[in-house]
């Protein structure tokens, strides 16, 4: 450690950078062999029989060299990831500095890509439209909007995950949140279940238990009336599974072993819970099944705060909901992430100045909408109302009666 640098530190970021053009070359190299491997495929399926040897042959050759493609490391070692491993670093050398083992931090000097966290961007006709053409997603975080996440949950109502994802999409726990919360941190009388816990998983497969991933993670969520009826039955179906395993291992003990009494909510039917990385894989499989535009499993946590926020909740509820640390960090993230708020948004403004017989600028069709549904003499007091509570639906203005401090301004600058 003493003998550490600046210079070492910063030729291992260079090294991660080098690797990354490596893994572009594999990505387009496997991309390649994709597209070959279905070329050839079709130019057999399309012959004439009896099919030309030669056809068959271009094919498992393709075959083969998308599996070699496919082997190589292809996934970038983002910015984000490489922050991760400096504060890492550097934290543990700060420490040392504390204690007097060294006598200064060299990961202070390193310079690394600024990191800035994506913004969550919805699948939209047009973008789904460009996906399917092309197969490239807009954006490292997406998600789905409200009819894409009933077709993924009325797709994925028999699935033995179902009630796990249904959790996820309108409470918001993390994947190892939902994977690892037990029986005892929920309350079936009153509806809530306390986030203290969760299982986390490395890349060799191996499973622990830990705390929240911040002290804002720890946190009680109230289960909506759906969630809540389906954890009721899945309690029952739980103990039922229990109840036939134990016959199976009566019956022939070495086919199947001791059922594993984890206390966890959601398990597999010998008892034992679901390995994060399971519960990630068995999703991606489903939507891609389905021909869902593909979403990741901790995405579903954007759409729980899209759906609450069009729902009508407020930022702070929301933050709440989430588990995060800073109100900065939800409004940033949230606030104009679904279309049609964009779009109320944009009309919000110009809704505040009365017009005479309700017309609004450069907008007739509005004004024709208004004389057929509304009196040509309203108030200049309900439309100030009407406008009012349209604001505060869509916290323009937050109403000062949670008596929250420090939230920051919600206004339009």
């Not at 949140?177 to 299982?199: C, F, H, Y």
């Not at 891609?288 to 946590?301: E, M, N, S, Y």
């Amino acid at each position: 450690m003493r003998d550490l640098r600046t210079r070492h530190i910063q030729a291992m970021f260079e090294e991660i950078w080098a690797f990354n053009e490596v893994k572009a070359a594999n990505r387009l190299a496997a991309q390649q062999a994709k597209a070959e491997c279905a070329a050839a495929r079709e130019a057999w399926k399309q012959a004439p029989k009896p099919r030309p040897p030669h056809l068959r042959a271009r094919w498992k050759a393709a075959q083969a060299t998308l599996k070699v493609a496919n082997a190589k490391p292809r996934q970038n070692t983002g910015p984000g990831t490489q922050k991760r491993y400096l504060d890492t670093l550097s934290a543990a050398l700060g420490d040392a500095v504390k204690e007097k083992l060294i006598t200064e931090n060299c990961a202070d000097g390193v310079i690394i890509p600024k990191y800035r966290r994506p913004d969550p961007l919805v699948w939209t006709d047009e973008r789904v439209a460009h996906w399917r053409k092309t197969g490239e997603k807009p954006g490292p975080v997406m998600v789905w909007t409200p009819e894409q996440t009933g077709e993924f949950l009325d797709a994925a109502a028999e699935h033995p995950l179902y009630v796990m994802w249904h959790l996820m999409v309108f409470r918001a726990p993390r994947r190892g949140e939902a994977t690892g919360l037990p029986w005892s941190e929920v309350d079936m009388t009153k509806g809530r279940a306390n986030i203290v816990e969760q299982l986390v998983s490395d890349s060799f497969y191996g499973v622990w238990e830990d705390t929240p991933k911040s002290r804002s993670g720890r946190r009680t969520i109230a289960l909506d009336s759906a969630t809540f009826a389906l954890m009721t039955a899945w309690r029952d179906v739980q103990k039922a599974q229990r109840e036939e395993w134990e016959r199976k291992h009566k019956e022939d003990p070495k086919k199947y072993g001791p059922y594993v009494d984890s206390g966890y909510v959601f398990t597999q039917a010998d008892g034992r819970p679901w390995h994060p990385d399971n519960v990630s894989q068995a999703f991606e499989r489903l939507i891609k099944r389905l021909g869902l535009p593909p979403v990741r499993l901790h995405d579903l946590r954007h759409c729980a705060a899209s759906l609450s926020l069009a729902a009508g909740l407020s930022m702070k509820a929301i933050q709440a909901l989430l588990g995060h640390a800073s109100y900065s960090l939800t409004a940033d993230t949230y606030t104009s992430l679904m279309p049609q708020f964009e779009k109320e948004a944009a009309d919000a403004p110009v809704d505040l100045v009365p017009r005479k017989g309700g017309e609004r600028d450069g907008n007739p069709a509005a004004a024709e909408a208004t004389s057929e549904t509304e009196p040509q003499a309203s108030s200049t007091d309900d439309t100030t109302e009407a406008a009012a509570a349209q604001r505060r639906r869509l916290y323009l203005v937050r109403p000062d009666t949670h008596g929250d401090s420090g939230s920051g301004d919600q206004g339009v600058a």
